[in-house]
């Protein structure tokens, strides 16, 4: 079946540098979501990507879509406190069936 | 206007004991999804329903559990005898009708404790 993997598993960083988690698939996907999901939280859906090669931007966060549909990036610039969480990558697949990947901690140190 | 409702919030039982968790979709959706979240296997896809039938259940994990879908506002994910290894967080997701992968409105989510 589908796998979706995602690096790294943690990360910490210091308030104001850069944060990037990548996510790769074994199969074309059909369509790439993210999702960030607060301590104690649920997670909440960010942004989807479905065109090879797609850049998507919102505010500080850059998302990409590589061109063979196949793997994903998520960066934060200047990261601040309220980037904390764990950021999930989401494969989309055949129906309407995504398949989670195991998520990046990001901890941000004051 | 109200998002996705889960109930309870925390759950706390003995192995052996039936569990009985509740989800309320957000009005108009009509795919209805149940995830448990657990350190070691992160997000798993449990059940999936589609205009309230079951389309996908080979997430579920054995014959412990079962869900229902009575209607298109009520879903009920029941394990039955729990086990400690039960223990985890369950949550319900719903998404509105289209044609691809919508994107997932998820409840706040049941923390079961399984002792």
Known sequence: GQQVMQIPQYQHVQEGEDFTTYCNSSTTLSNIQWYKQRPGGHPVFLIQLVKSGEVKKQKRLTFQFGEAKKNSSLHITATQTTDVGTYFCAGGGSARQLTFGSGTQLTVLP | ?115
């Open chain 2, 1 to 115: 206007d109200a998002g996705v409702i889960q109930s309870p919030r925390h759950e706390v039982t003995e192995m052996g004991q039936e569990v009985t968790l509740r989800c309320k979709p957000i009005s108009g959706h009509n795919s209805l999804f149940w995830y448990r979240q657990t350190m070691m296997r992160g997000l798993e896809l449990l059940i999936y329903f589609n205009n309230n039938v079951p389309i996908d259940d080979s997430g579920m994990p054995e014959d412990r559990f079962s869900a229902k879908m009575p209607n298109a506002s009520f879903s009920t994910l029941k394990i039955q005898p729990s086990e400690p290894r039960d223990s985890a967080v369950y949550f319900c997701a719903s998404t509105p009708p289209g044609g691809g992968n919508e994107k997932l409105f998820f409840g706040s989510g049941t923390q079961l404790s399984v002792l």
